[in-house]
């Protein structure tokens, strides 16, 4: 466990600050972390037999992407039943072992929830098919007539996430085209509607399963999409707008998402979570605006929720800066603790966003330890760890996330990010599984494995596990502000609260380090001097 949030108060009567605040938290995409059953998918048996790994490595929770049933259109996000793990993954008892074990090496987990839409194989959904308009069953989802002559256009003009229409036009009782239905990601997963009551009943179900099954809370998918405006309003710009060379297709003005209406769903998820003492809810929030984004955490709503600036910004300072200041800031006014990600299953990985090779690699290191000495929870996407790159050269015919299909083979979407951990041996698939793993694996990562890299203390491996173990142990690290110091052009310098000092060397030479105990670095360093693309930690 991490100490150094206890460390927080001086009167030592006032109660610890919760475990999550300062948690260094692990994402597991199953299939990709590890195969126990030898189908070439990883599961529930592999990441249990990786728990050892994990303990060493020093996370204090788990986040685990979602394994519920599913037919797996979108890898997961798309649940046919949210209280049943999938046989893909092992089933309950599968979860339930995960449970036990990690609860005995001091572990946390939470799992993945998917509250926003189910799949298109939900008996709920089917049910809704094969009713009426107007029916009970089609209250449950969000179905509307269509525009234009014989209601041939979509209800409105929102495009889908994954591209193409965000409605798909459903054949009624008599073989005709009727109504359509709302999907804000691919057709195979529905939207539902919060509006109505049984949706909400379900979930709380749903929540109280996994809390009793003894699950330290949840990950909320799409937390910023629930609830849906009234008249469903087309949007402005759906085919998007230019900020400057960007094309940005999803912004704060989004109709799509974070629609006031959907605090009141996140207050009453904190009244049930508030009943089982010690779990937490960490919300996926897509909203630029800090203001808005800080009514996601107030003190009845999320406990935490993901910031994705810095998962965003380049290898830039003073982007890198913004970012920090920006996160600081949208959680600062409603006491709520910061978060910070590098990357996840959604996002290019940092090696390969930071410009790859082995600048990659050093830029990568940087930023794990810049992270790591930040106040708030951090979230660490597996394979991050081992500075796995992204594959970009996966073969088409391999291409498995709905983007490819639904963007006309125009976009490749996010395997390159989900490839398979690489474990040990010289060749593919590295020990993550006895077949050919769902996606294939690059023959260069013989150099990657988790068994290479622990054999050696330069390897990225090694950093995680001293800079994880320090973060835990120092009561430098305590606090939950920072300062920012004066630095030469290129480099950033913060201290904690707690003294530690945290100094960014972005630019392509050395810089002088200054006085102070060096407690570790991103690169090794000669006569006092940080190399260039590299962090040091200094209290
Ligand atoms: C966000 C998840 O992170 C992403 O992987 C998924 O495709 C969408 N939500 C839809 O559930």
Redesign the pocket.
């Known amino acids: 466990m991490n100490e150094n949030s206890a460390a927080l108060p001086a009167d030592l009567s006032a109660p610890a600050a919760p475990w999550w605040r300062s948690a260094v938290f692990y994402q597991v995409y199953p299939r990709s972390f590890a195969d126990s059953n030898g189908d070439g998918v990883g599961d529930l048996g592999g990441l249990r037999e990786k728990l050892g790994y994990l303990e060493l490595l020093g996370v204090d929770a788990l986040w685990i992407?979602?394994v519920m049933l599913s037919p797996m259109a979108?890898?997961g996000?798309?649940v046919a039943d949210p209280r049943d793990i999938d046989p893909l993954f092992g089933g309950l008892a599968a979860m339930d072992a995960v449970l036990a074990e990690a609860h005995d090496r001091g572990l946390r987990v939470t799992m993945?929830l998917?509250p926003?839409?189910t799949s298109d194989q939900h008996l709920w959904f089917q049910q809704a098919l094969h009713a009426p308009p107007g029916s009970p069953e089609r209250a449950r989802y969000i179905f509307r007539d269509g525009r234009g002559p014989k209601g041939s256009e979509p209800p409105n003009n929102w495009p889908s996430?994954?591209g193409g229409p965000a409605w798909t036009r459903v054949i009624e009782s008599d073989g005709l085209p009727g109504q359509w239905y709302l999907h804000?990601?691919?057709p195979e997963?529905p939207d539902l509607n919060w509006e109505n009551p049984e949706v909400a009943a379900d979930f709380e179900d749903t929540i109280r399963f996994w809390l009793a099954r003894g699950v330290d809370g949840f990950r909320i998918?799409?937390a910023h999409g629930m609830a849906k405006p009234a008249g469903l309003p087309d949007m402005a710009h759906p085919e998007g707008q230019f900020d400057g060379d960007t094309l940005v297709v999803h912004d704060d003005g989004d109709p799509r998402f974070n629609d006031p209406g959907v605090h009141a769903i996140h207050r009453r998820l904190r009244t049930i979570m508030d009943q089982y003492p010690d779990t937490v809810a960490i919300g996926?929030v897509w909203v630029d605006d800090n203001v808005r984004f800080g009514e996601y955490v107030r003190p009845d709503e999320l406990h935490l929720a993901f910031n994705f600036r810095l998962a965003e910004t380049p290898f830039h300072p003073d982007r890198i800066r913004a970012a920090i200041d920006n996160s600081l800031c949208a959680v600062e006014a409603v006491g709520a603790s910061p978060t910070w990600t590098l990357s996840?299953?959604?996002i290019e990985r940092e090696v390969t966003r930071y410009g790859g090779g082995a600048a990659g690699q050093a830029r990568a290191r940087a930023m794990i330890l810049l992270e790591l000495a930040l106040p708030g929870a951090v979230f660490v996407y597996n394979g991050a760890e081992l500075g796995l790159p992204n594959v970009d050269d996966l073969p088409e015919s391999a291409l498995q996330?709905?983007t490819w299909e639904r963007s006309g083979h125009t976009l490749r979407g996010?395997d390159g990010c989900r490839v398979p951990l690489p474990w040990e041996g010289q060749r593919p698939p590295f020990g993550f599984s006895t077949a050919d793993p769902w996606l294939p694996m690059p023959g260069l990562w013989s150099a990657l494995t988790v068994e290479k890299q622990l054999e050696r203390l330069d390897s990225m491996l090694s950093l995680y596990r001293m800079a994880i173990e320090l973060r835990g142990a120092r009561p430098e690290f305590g606090g939950s502000g920072l300062e920012w110091y004066a630095s030469p052009p290129g480099c950033l310098a913060f201290r904690r609260d707690g003294g530690l000092l945290c100094v960014l060397n972005a630019t392509e030479s050395p810089i002088l380090l200054p006085a102070g105990e060096v407690l570790l670095t991103s690169a090794p360093i000669r006569s006092r001097k940080l190399p260039a693309n590299s962090t040091a930690w200094l209290v």
């Open positions: 992407c979602p979108d890898g996000y798309d993945d998917v926003n839409h996430i994954f804000i990601f691919a997963q998918d799409v996926e996840n299953h959604d996330d709905p996010r």
